[in-house]
């Protein structure tokens, strides 16, 4: 059954370093979003991209915070300077139809430690 | 409460019974969504019920929703032990056109004593 691929899976970090998050789509889809979810908390929106570029982001997705499709199958998410409070699991999620009209495939997240 | 607030938090009932969820919400939706989440897992679609349905079923599932209320319900009947999960509800937001993001709710932890 086709999935969601995520890498790295658990990924540690310093303070002010860049960070990049990789993620694999499934291959008919269309529309790609990043969510992440702090330790015990809700799940929150970040961004989504459709057509080579963002179509809605949320106030988290801030200066700090890019997406990128570099080629036909990798969607990666990039954090230009981490900071502590972005220890999070990152999810990225693929639909074929968007706009909330159909199911969300989500991967099996990277999780990332900022110290 | 915030768009797509879940209770209880937690629920813990023996196997075989059947487990209630709430979620509740605040603004007009064009649907709503049901998703599970085994510990540290990413997250899995069950059910989507569009705000013109009221009930919806799959399989040991079933999904209420009631739009005069702003509220939803998921049901899983016969409850086994594998149902142990947290399960979120999450809804995308009219008055945005249908915009892309879906805010959930901070989820009810299913515990199912064998």
């Known amino acids: 059954e086709p999935e969601v691929t995520q890498t790295p899976s658990h990924q540690v970090t310093q303070m002010g370093q860049e960070v990049i998050l990789r993620c694999v789509p499934i291959s008919n889809h269309l529309y790609f979003y990043w969510y992440r979810q702090i330790l015990g908390q809700k799940v929150e929106f970040l961004v989504s991209f459709y057509n080579n570029e963002i179509s809605e982001k949320s106030e988290i997705f801030d200066d700090q915070f890019s997406v990128e499709r570099p080629d036909g199958s990798n969607f990666t998410l990039k954090i230009r300077s981490t900071k502590l409070e972005d220890s999070a699991m990152y999810f990225c999620a693929s639909s074929a139809s968007g706009r909330n009209t159909g199911e969300l495939f989500f991967g099996e997240g990277s999780r990332l430690t900022v110290l | ?114």
């Open chain 2, 1 to 114: 409460s915030q768009q797509g607030e879940e209770d209880p938090q937690a629920l813990s009932i023996q196997e075989g019974e059947n487990a209630t969820m709430n979620c509740s919400y605040k603004t007009s939706i064009n649907n709503l969504q049901w998703y599970r989440q085994n510990s540290g897992r990413g997250l899995v679609h069950l059910i989507l019920i569009r705000s013109n349905e009221r009930e919806k079923h799959s399989g040991r599932l079933r999904v209420t929703l009631d739009t005069s209320k702003k509220s939803s319900s998921l049901l899983i009947t016969a409850s086994r032990a594998a149902d142990t999960a947290s399960y979120f509800c999450a809804t995308d937001a009219k008055e945005r056109g249908g915009a892309d993001g879906l805010t959930f709710g901070k989820g009810t932890h299913l515990i199912i004593q064998p």
